[in-house]
């Protein structure tokens, strides 16, 4: 049981680091491809190789829209544990959950 819930932990950090990453490789595209867009022959001294369209600042575009889009979805998603619940239950029990793991959270107590 305890590989288990480890396990799902686990799982559920590496696909908030993984939306983590993808939002900051989004960010770095869209400013790259403003630099482009400011100053077309800024990375024009060697010409390193092929590109999609043809230009580095248009690959750029396209790329961050997508990173960001997978970075959000993943940020946004609930975590998943499925060893919290017993195999007949139909409904969620509302609890507050931990957003990188998903472990219940423990309330204060209140004297």
Partial sequence: ??????????VN???????????IFGVIAAADGIILLRNPHTFDAEPIGQTLTGSFMWDLFGIFPIALLIGVLFMAVKPYRPDLY???????????????TG????????E
Avoid: D
């Fill in 86 to 100: 017993e195999p007949n239950e139909t409904k969620v029990k509302a609890q507050r959950r931990s957003w990188w």
């Fill in 1 to 10: 049981m305890w590989a288990e819930k480890r396990h799902w932990k686990i």
């Fill in 13 to 23: 950090v590496f696909g908030r680091v993984f939306g983590l990453m993808c939002l």
């Fill in 103 to 110: 472990e219940p959270r423990r309330e204060a107590y209140r």
